[in-house]
């Protein structure tokens, strides 16, 4: 059973940078396309940015692009979100997921595995 743990969330100033990191104690994730999602209050859970399970071909939602970075450390099943830059409204919980097919700019609703999310607050 794929249990998804999203970890390194926190309040980090505008402009700074954090890193998320998505773990899984069930199954192998480096068998999975994994997806990065937020959603912010009010708002709809949006896609940030997804990596596919070999190749690790990336995609970013157009307003991270050039400041988050999405990677896959294979040795410690674990997959990453580095933030940079960040803006206001990057505020939100992130969520990691995963799945067994792979799409450039994937839906929430495709996604098999969820984690149960991470706040992540940029102050001015």
């Known amino acids: 059973q794929v249990q998804l743990v999203e970890s390194g969330g926190g309040l980090v100033q505008a402009g700074g940078s954090l890193t998320l990191s998505c773990a899984d104690s069930g199954l192998s994730l480096n068998r999975y396309t994994v997806g990065w999602f937020r959603q912010a209050p009010g708002k709809e859970r949006e896609f940030v940015a997804v990596i596919s399970s070999r190749a690790g071909v990336t995609y970013y939602r157009d307003s991270v692009k050039g400041r988050f970075t999405v990677s896959r450390d294979n040795a410690k099943n674990t997959v990453h979100l580095q933030m940079s830059d960040r803006k206001l409204e990057d505020t939100a919980v992130y969520y990691c997921?995963?799945?067994?097919?792979?799409?450039?700019?994937?839906?929430?609703?495709?996604?098999?595995?969820w984690g149960q999310g991470t706040q992540v607050t940029v102050s001015s």
């Open positions: 997921a995963a799945k067994h097919t792979f799409d450039a700019y994937p839906s929430a609703p495709s996604h098999q595995y």
